[in-house]
């Protein structure tokens, strides 16, 4: 039985609580009964549970059908004839309403300059980008890829590339020219929204110019949008389009496109353990649903909400504050730069400042304040929940959280899902009792289970696979112009079930635990990323034969890269090698993926297909058992994997035996 699942319930809902909860207003107003009940029916009557949660949202044209599975559970068919617009359920709906004139944005600089937008003003600039947009050609369906820093135009950017019905594609502003061009490849995206750059840590970092040396590589790209963000020189060519300029003179009352309302909105790359990224696709109906499930009934989110979440735009984090709290019609910190610069508790510093109420963290940013300046004496006492999502939780760092941030108040609501659940899978909730690290069960709806590789539930206290037995309304819809990878990547390993590739463990009292990846994909900060990826800049360099990148655990983020590679005949292994192999991964895909060790060996382990064996790899750096290792073909590999470990320090010759 896992450790984490012998922990005893520490927090339970009181009164008011319950009775202020946006769960409770619903269930009175669908006549359910309790909680449990609606567990219950959500998972046995998917069309009266899909039913009522698209109820949430606004339509143009109403559906006739939420629901048509006839294609099969992989492919269901949602609201199948009504038509509507994210853009309409994350600003239009505030019209006539208080929400419309109070805080949207409330944008940070790193240098503590606050720029503040309302509902009406984000809907006025996403108005004038929209006309901007459509005068340079833009047509619904194209894909407009958003590299952008955290600002206010960059959530003008996602909402004004979805009113006019094109599919918005958020990179990561970390990301380096191979990782973007990878995407903008993959998407045929015929336009970037950028900036010359940004401030980061006290530094100015060039962007726009990573942006003019992928679109080299990619000929679909017809426009580059840049806005002046640092007052920067860059270079402006015929591709180049200056955002303030476009803007100038557009309407600032554009109306929303109408849209079939499966029409793709958001596509978001994630990485698998071997071949190209994946582009998750969500759509306007479908994302708009979940997150009114997710953020308005399971994290308890309201209009009078403060919410800070320190995440990059180019994670899913970013979308669901552009759609997601701006659709409940809440007011959100929008911080360019790290939550411990330029003071080592910014983070702290800014939810006393805008008296926030809401805290999205992940376990690696609690780790680093842990390890580092704590809360400082900044008055924290307005939040009263706290989200938690991107890995799993240690005991210390949840017990740290909730005893300081929360100040054993209020609850942690942890959450897991992902890019292409557009949400979570399982979650807590305010009207749910809480343990350390747990979560208090599925999502409503999601069709959860935890399973053996034969799709049997494992039962309470034995770890499996967490699946979905059943479509949702956030779910992607396949991967971009990729079935069959669709149906390979998550419906074809476990029989009748979507495989999520996560760990978990379900314990007696019905809370459940989340225990890690079970496949080789990195989780670098909660960042999901493809270990092919890696090896490919190591590769590319011309110096590497054959590489493995692994993930290996980290007291600070979770999970740090490290990688063990095979030497081309005619390069000398040594410091220098290892310092230009581990920039060439900081270049194509930024600093947070500098490898924590780079080894040389002779060769890799590989099955009898020929496919290395990181799992095999990550255990004898770590010192960890084998497993099986019926599939190896070379197992000489592992002793020189193991050789490589004990001269550079990383295990001693008595771990490398054991």
Not at 37 to 60: K, N, P, S, Y
Not at 126 to 137: C, F, H, M
Not at 242 to 270: H, I, Q, R, S, Y
Not at 571 to 577: D, L, Q, S, T
Request: some cysteine; glycine content about 10%.
């Amino acid at each position: 039985m896992n450790e984490l699942s012998r922990q005893s319930i520490v927090w339970e809902p009181d009164a008011d609580i319950i009775a202020q909860s946006n769960l409770t207003a619903f269930m009175a107003e669908h006549n359910i009964p309790d909680y449990e009940t609606l567990m219950q029916r959500a998972e046995e009557d998917l069309e009266w549970w899909w039913g009522i949660i698209a109820d949430r949202i606004e339509f143009m044209k109403p559906y006739e059908k939420i629901l048509d599975t006839s294609r099969g559970v992989e492919f269901p068919d949602w609201f199948v004839g009504g038509t509507t617009n994210i853009v309409e359920n994350s600003l239009d709906r505030h019209r006539d309403t208080d929400i419309w004139t109070s805080p949207a944005i409330l944008g940070e600089s790193e240098a503590g300059e606050t720029r503040i937008w309302t509902y009406e003003k984000l809907s006025a600039e996403v108005s004038r980008l929209a006309a901007g947009l459509k005068s340079l050609g833009v047509k619904p369906g194209e894909v407009v890829a958003i590299y952008m820093p955290n600002v206010n135009e960059a959530v003008a950017g996602f909402l004004a590339i979805t009113k006019i019905g094109a599919v918005a594609m958020p990179l990561f502003s970390g990301f380096g020219v191979d990782a973007i061009v990878a995407r903008l490849k993959a998407s045929g995206a015929v336009a970037v929204l950028t900036v010359d750059g940004t401030t980061r840590r006290g530094q100015t970092a060039p962007m726009k110019q990573f942006v003019d040396a992928a679109v080299l590589q990619a000929p679909d790209i017809r426009h580059i949008i840049c806005l002046m963000n640092e007052g920067l020189q860059v270079t402006m060519g015929e591709k180049d389009v200056d955002w303030a300029g476009l803007c100038k003179d557009k309407p600032d009352n554009m109306p929303n496109l109408e849209l079939p309302a499966e029409a793709p909105a958001l596509l978001v790359f994630t990485s698998g353990t071997s071949g190209l990224p994946k582009g998750t696709v969500h759509t306007h109906g479908g994302f708009a649903a979940k997150l009114s499930l997710d953020l308005g009934l399971m994290m308890d989110m309201k209009p009078s909400d403060r919410i800070i979440w320190f995440s990059d735009m180019g994670w899913l984090v970013g979308p669901i504050l552009a759609f997601g709290a701006t659709l409940i019609g809440a007011s959100f910190v929008l911080a360019d730069g790290a939550p411990d610069y330029p003071n080592s508790t910014r983070m702290w510093s800014l939810v006393e400042k805008h008296r926030a109420t809401f805290l999205g963290v992940a376990p690696t940013l609690i780790r680093g304040f842990m390890h580092g300046a704590g809360l400082g004496d900044n008055d924290i006492s307005s939040i009263r929940i706290c989200v938690s999502t991107g890995e799993p939780w240690t005991p210390d760092a949840w017990w740290w959280t909730f005893k300081n941030a929360l100040q054993s108040k209020g609850p942690i609501i942890n959450y897991t899902g992902g890019t292409e659940i557009g949400g979570g899978i399982l979650s807590g909730s305010v009207l749910r009792p809480m343990k350390c690290c747990a979560f208090s069960g599925p999502v409503p709806g999601m069709g959860a289970d935890i399973v053996d590789m034969d799709g049997n539930p494992v039962g309470p206290n034995n770890v499996g696979e967490l699946v979905l037995r059943k479509p949702s309304i956030g779910l992607s819809r396949s991967l971009w112009n990729d079935d069959e990878r669709f149906l390979d990547s998550y419906w074809r390993d476990i029989p009748g079930c979507w495989r999520q590739g996560d760990l978990a463990i379900q314990d007696d009292e019905g809370f459940w635990f989340v225990l890690g990846r079970s496949d080789d994909t990195l989780k670098i900060a909660g960042k999901r990323t493809g270990p092919s990826e890696i090896e490919a800049l190591l590769t590319e360099t011309g110096k590497v034969l054959e590489a493995a990148a692994i993930g290996i655990p980290d007291e600070i983020k979770g999970e740090s890269v490290a990688c063990v590679v095979v030497l081309n005949k005619d390069v000398e292994p040594g410091a220098a090698i290892e310092k230009e192999l581990s920039d060439a991964v900081i270049a194509g895909l930024g600093y947070p993926y500098r490898p924590k060790f780079i080894l040389t060996v002779a060769a890799l382990p590989k099955t009898r297909n020929m496919k290395v064996m990181r799992r095999l790899v990550r255990a004898v750096c770590l010192g960890k058992p084998l497993g099986d290792t019926s599939s190896l073909v070379n197992s000489e590999a592992l002793e020189s994997v193991s050789q490589a470990a004990v001269e550079s320090g990383l295990l001693t010759k008595a771990d490398a035996d054991s």
